[in-house]
Each structure stands twice: as structure tokens, then as C-alpha cells.
């Protein structure tokens, strides 16, 4: 078992940073790839970034592309999103995945994931 718990969420106006964290807990932490989703109230959970287990490679949705920038530390068994030039069609409910994977490029699809975390609320103010 791996679980996963996201810090860092609050409101910030257009054009701001935030900083998520996903501190895991169990199982070797360095053999999961890992990755960040979002879900507004009534839509799907969507893909934003993932980052494989050796930070080897990094995938991002098109839409924070160049904005968002996803990374990890092992040693302390947490991983980062960090969000730039942030929009009011951020807002959302960020969640923290993680699934068992030691292969070159980490999943995009919600369906490969394993553990999740419970979310953290972003909110971006126009």
C-alpha cells in the first residue's frame, strides 16, 4: 500500500504560483511513477502531468504545457507540482496518483493508477 496526501492548494489570483506536494508513505516510493490529475465539480478527472520513477521523463497535458513544471525527490518521497502563470480555467481539485512502474515514460490515463490521494482545492481569481 502506498498513500499519497497533497498539500499546498488556496486561491490565488491570475497570474500567480502555487506549489502542490504529494508526500507518500509505505511502500518503496521510488519504484512508482507518479502523477497529477485535476476534476472541477461535474467533469472528468483530467491528466494534467506525471513524472516516471527516475524523474527520467515527464509528460504534460497540453493545456500547462510551459506553465507547469512537475519533478520529485525520492529521499524525501514527495512529489512537486509547480504551477506558473496560473489561469482561472486552473481551478479545480488537484489529486496526487502513483502506480508501480519502472519503465521509461509515466502513464497519462487514470485507469493505470493505482493509489490516490484525497485532493487539494486551487482556486484562481480573475
Known amino acids: 500500500q502506498v498513500q499519497l496526501v497533497e498539500s499546498g492548494g488556496g486561491l490565488v489570483q491570475a497570474g500567480g504560483s502555487l506549489r502542490l506536494s504529494c508526500a507518500a508513505s509505505?511502500?518503496?516510493?521510488?519504484?512508482?511513477?507518479v502523477g497529477w490529475f485535476r476534476q472541477v465539480t461535474g467533469k472528468e478527472r483530467d491528466f494534467v502531468a506525471a513524472?516516471?520513477?527516475?524523474?527520467?521523463?515527464?509528460r504534460y497535458a497540453d493545456s500547462v504545457e510551459g506553465r507547469f513544471t512537475i519533478s520529485r525527490d525520492n529521499v524525501k518521497n514527495t512529489v512537486y507540482l509547480q504551477m506558473n502563470s496560473l489561469k482561472p480555467e486552473d481551478t479545480a481539485v488537484y489529486y496526487c496518483?502513483?502506480?508501480?512502474?519502472?519503465?521509461?515514460?509515466?502513464?497519462?490515463?487514470?485507469?493505470?493508477?493505482?493509489?490516490w490521494g484525497q485532493g487539494t482545492q486551487v482556486t484562481v481569481s480573475s
Open positions: 496518483a502513483a502506480y508501480s512502474s519502472t519503465i521509461l515514460y509515466p502513464g497519462t490515463y487514470r485507469s493505470q493508477y493505482t493509489y
Open positions: 509505505g511502500r518503496t516510493f521510488s519504484n512508482y511513477a
Open positions: 513524472i516516471s520513477w527516475n524523474s527520467g521523463r515527464t
